[in-house]
Structures are given as C-alpha cells and as structure tokens.
C-alpha cells in the first residue's frame, strides 16, 4: 500500500537538505525541520525566506504561494519532535557510521510504519540500514543540487527494503514536482555511475595531448550539445568534490576500467587548484567569473594557425567516407562551397584527401584506404557540422592539406544551402586536433552510450529511468539509450571496436547490451523477454 504523506521531517538543514523542504512544502506537506547544530534549521529557514520573497517580488511566487509554503515549515529544537511524520529524510554529512548512529536513533522515536529515507549520493543504503531493527523501511531518496530545478530523484531500495516504501517514495516524488527513478543499491546508483564516462574519457584525452581543455569543452559544447563542457563542469562542481567521487566508484566496482580516474585531477587536489571556488581550476576565475582570453595552462601539442582566408578556387578534394550520407554531406557542403569533388578511384597527388572516418586515427584510416597519410585530413561526421567541425591531419600531413582542409571548414563564415533554394552565411567554427584513435566527441559520446547501455545490462534501472535520470540529472541533450538510437547504435558500436582493437584498452570494450542490439538493428530500448 501506498502511505499518503502528511508530515515529513528533514534532518539536516544545509543546501540538500533545504532544497527538498521547500519542494516538499510548496507541495502543501508539513515539513519538520531539525539540525543538530544549535540555530542552523532557523537559519535555514530564514534563508529560504528571504529567497522567496525575492521570488515572489519577481513574480515566480504568488503572495498566498509563498505563505502557504512558509507556514508548512516548522523549526523543531529536539529530535524527539520528529514523531509524528509519516516520512523522515536525512541530508547530513557522507560518513557511514554517522548515519547508521542517527537511523538507529531514529527508529528509538518514530512508528513502525514511518519510512527512513536517506539522501546519500555514494553510499549503500544497504549498509546505512544494516544495523536498523527494520531495514525494510529504510530507503535512498537522491536528490540533486539545486532541489527545485533538478527534476529527478532516484530511489534506492536496500537488499531488504519493502516494495511499498519505494512505491509510497516514487509518489511523494511525484506530488513535489519531481520523476522517481528506481536504482538498485550499486555504486554510483543511476546518475553519478552513468557521469563517469565524461569527465574521465575528457581526462584521459586531454592527458593523451590530443587538445587543450578548452578546445575539448568547446567541441564537447558546440558541437555535441553539452550544457557545458567537461573541464568547466570539473571547475564549477569542484576538483575536491569530483575527484574522490571519481576514485570512489572505480574503487567500489573493483577497478573496473570503464571508470578508471585520471592523474591529473589527483595532482590538481593536491595542488588545491580546486576550481571555481578557489578562483582557480583548469580556468581560472575573477568574482566566481570565468576570465576569458587567458594564456592556455593545459599541457598539450600546440599547432600552428592556420587562415581561413586561404584561396580555395584550385583546391580539389577526394573523400573517403565510412558511411554513404556522410560522404553525401561533404559534397553537397563542397558543392555549394564551389569546391573541385576528385572523383578518381585514387586520390590525385594534390588533391585533400578527406576522410570521414569513426575510431580511428588519420593514420590508420589512410591505411585502410590507401591512400596517401602526407595529403590526409579526418573530419569528425559524428557531431552538427553547421555548428562546429573536427578536424585532424596525421602527423605526417603536409602543412599545405592542413591549411587546405581549415580553409574549406575552419572558415568564420560558411556558404550553405538553406533548403535547397538560398546560399547564406552562416557563422561557425572549427577545432585542429592532434591525431587521435577516434575524435574527442566520438570518444566521449560513444563512452557515455555504452556506460549507459551496461547500466542498463546490470539491471540497476529500466532503460527508460536510465535515459531519464542522465538528462535531468546531468543536462545531456539526450539520455544515453536514446542518445544511441539517435546516431545509431552501429555508428556507435564501430567506434568503440576500432578504438578497443587499435588501443587494446579494456574501458572501450563494448558492452554486450549495445552488441547485441546493434546487431540485431533494434532500439537500444528493447528488453529481454521475461519468461
């Protein structure tokens, strides 16, 4: 049964902590607000109010909204007074054997029928409800910072809990505004497991020196959609946050490679260059403000500038494409650019060789079409060409294809046809990377699909949460499983084959639920039959 939620108390009264009573009251539920620290539920409460009202002088709230929602929360001094909620949340510190004391505590006061309900973010709940008389009722409750605007929470039974808690808990989540995603106790539960692949693929390229932090945030930004690029995010969550997060999933999996952390970030913490909050990360910071235009601090293989003023009108160009609509795409963009298309079996000696290629370096890929590695260019088709593009020579590429291939795509303005009618200008950019075994935005998309797809191959979540929970709860422009139907889990599963079997690293094995689908050419959303 389904319990209805009049009264719930919160311990804790920090940021998590308030976050959660101001959705819960806005939602008309009695919220009790207690911290052990002597004043900091009242100061809690005050400093939501005074957000309110500002809220409200905007016109977000209206005057009868915001004291409904203030007169829904009462500051209680003793513990004891948590007695008559239905449902009580703990958002305190992330120590094990602190929480397992207060939820011991807990259950000397309350019912038999209240739910325990704990915000961790890394910790089994499992072991939070181990030395309980009832683990049953005991339950995760993950919310996301900020509380209002995060959209999802993740329910987290134990080993032991009760299939009415996580019912009554996906209910409550729903009535405050917020979608209920159900995990299994694993580590990392749905979101903080399914972020792993971004920031350490990111590291790990940055680490190969195939692109500075900032060219590898602006491809993964402008060209694959991020909210924002990983190197940012690392800044803006903190180095001292992520870091140990990083350590901790990989720990608690046993080393697998797939959430493998990188040097770096240890070093950073290390040299407390923690990030936004310090004023100084991979960027560096003025007021919380990012300073732009600063000299690059990231230790990667600088290239020289190239013009995008360069004189095309003799340049020819051979293409090599993997998939046939890519190589169409690059003609018609060639096309309309008024570009020489060299349509011989064999590249001309002065003719770019453009290769449209997925998991592979330039080298390699030459190779494969052999064709000469001294004229070859790769462009990565994988990401929106009309907002950003790709591009890396070999180390071999003579300096005139290079400044050939950035004049044709690195060019501040583009001639484009607008269907089919229209050439206009429209602005875009262009990044030159060193040559890597897949593009940064393949390498980093690909990791994020296949994470997602061995979330869903373990069981922790349905599909359908795991895709939900990584776009609220990350702001992916799209979940992982949909995000591989989207570019297609072959393209996908390519990739991480060329990258596995050129590099022979384990984290780029593909996960046998993205195999399989991708063989089949079924949505990455199908589910084995239960029989």
């Not at 977000?60 to 007695?83: A, P």
């Not at 008559?84 to 958002?91: C, G, L, R, S, T």
């Not at 995760?140 to 299939?163: Q, R, W």
Request: hydrophobic share 40%.
């Amino acid at each position: 049964m389904i319990m209805t939620v009049n009264t719930l108390a919160i311990i804790g009264t920090g940021i998590m902590g308030m976050g959660i009573a101001q959705i819960a009251a806005q939602a008309g539920i009695k919220v009790l607000l207690f911290d052990a620290k002597v004043g900091a539920a009242e100061q809690g409460r005050q400093s939501l109010q005074v957000m309110l009202e500002k809220l409200t002088a905007k016109g977000k709230f209206t005057d009868e909204q915001l004291q409904s929602t203030l007169t829904n929360l009462t500051v209680i001094e003793e513990l004891s007074q948590i007695v008559e909620a239905e449902i009580v949340i703990e958002a305190i510190i992330e120590n094990l054997e602190i929480k397992q004391q207060l939820f011991k505590q807990l259950e000397s006061i309350v019912s038999a029928e209240t739910i325990l309900a704990t915000n961790t973010s890394s910790l089994a709940v499992t072991a939070i409800a181990s030395d309980c008389a009832h683990p049953e009722r005991v339950a995760g409750f993950h919310f996301f910072n900020p509380v209002p605007l995060m959209k999802i929470v993740e329910v987290i039974p134990g080993l032991s809990t009760k299939a009415s808690v996580v019912e009554t808990l996906k209910e409550l989540a729903k009535r405050m505004g917020h979608l209920g995603v159900v995990a299994k106790d694993t580590p990392g539960f749905i979101v903080n497991h399914g972020g792993r692949a971004y920031g350490t693929e990111a590291l790990k390229i940055l680490g190969e020196g195939v692109a500075s932090f900032e060219d590898i945030d602006r491809i993964l930004r402008d060209g694959a959609g991020f909210r924002m690029g990983p190197f940012e995010l690392l800044d803006l969550t903190g180095i001292d946050v992520s870091h140990p997060v990083m350590e901790s999933i990989y720990n608690q999996f046993y080393n697998e490679d797939r959430y493998r952390p990188h040097p770096l970030t240890r070093q950073m913490l290390m040299g407390k260059k923690l990030g936004r909050k310090v004023g100084e990360g991979f960027y560096q910071y003025t007021d919380n403000k990012k300073q732009n235009g600063q000299k690059e601090t990231s230790n990667t293989n600088q290239q020289p500038s190239y013009k995008t003023d360069f004189d095309t009108s003799n340049i020819s160009v051979w293409i090599g494409a993997d998939l046939a609509e890519d190589r169409q795409q690059l003609i018609d963009h060639l096309n309309a650019n008024g570009i020489t298309i060299d349509d011989n079996d064999k590249p001309n000696p002065d003719s770019l060789v453009l290769l449209a290629i997925y998991g592979e370096d330039t080298t390699n890929a030459a190779i494969r079409y052999q064709v000469n590695p001294n004229q070859a260019v790769a462009i990565d088709m994988l990401t929106d060409l009309s907002k950003h593009r790709t591009l890396m020579p070999s180390i071999v590429t003579q300096d005139n294809f290079i400044a050939q291939a950035y004049a044709l795509f690195g060019r501040k303005t583009d001639n484009r046809l607008v269907e089919d009618k229209a050439i206009t200008q429209v602005a875009v950019d262009a990044t030159l990377i060193t040559e890597s075994t897949g593009f940064v935005a393949q390498r980093v998309v690909a990791m994020v699909i296949n994470l997602g797809c061995d979330i869903a191959m373990q069981g922790i979540a349905s599909p359908e949460d795991i895709d939900n929970a990584v776009k609220l709860g990350l702001g992916y422009p799209y979940g992982p499983i949909s995000w591989g139907d989207e570019l297609g889990a072959q393209r996908i599963l390519l990739i991480l084959e060329r990258i596995y079997g050129l590099t022979g690293d384990p984290r780029y094995r593909p996960s046998p639920w993205l195999q399989r689908r991708a063989t089949l050419g079924v949505s990455l959303f199908t589910q084995q039959t239960n029989y």
